[in-house]
């Protein structure tokens, strides 16, 4: 007789991210999304050494410098088509 291993049931908190959220002017949009707080917060760090970085050139440029916090997220909150955004907040010449 074969033993069958037991998996546990995951509990409903496992549905909860950690989103990494960028502000420019009165915009908000999730940059990324991560399983623990602790990842989430060492790419709110990465991103905002990249601002810091690119600042002048953004400001001449007159673009929004992108402001960024941690805050949890449900992944059912996540929009269908979310993709995640580049550290300057920015895609294709498209600010947020």
Known sequence: ?????????????ED??????????KADRVAEVFRSRDAALADR????????????????????VPHYSV???KR???????RPLPALGFLRGEFI
């Not at 007789?1 to 908190?13: A, E, F, N, T």
């Not at 909860?16 to 002017?25: D, E, F, R, S, Y």
């Not at 059912?76 to 979310?82: G, H």
């Open 45 to 64: 760090a990465w991103r905002a050494n990249e601002v810091r970085a690119y600042a002048d050139f953004l400001r001449r440029a007159k673009q929004p």
């Open 71 to 73: 805050a949890p997220i």
């Open 16 to 25: 909860t991210l950690w989103a990494v959220i960028a502000t420019a002017g």
């Open 76 to 82: 059912a909150d996540l929009p269908r088509s979310w």
């Open 1 to 13: 007789m074969r033993v069958m291993q037991l998996l546990p049931i995951p509990r409903g908190d």
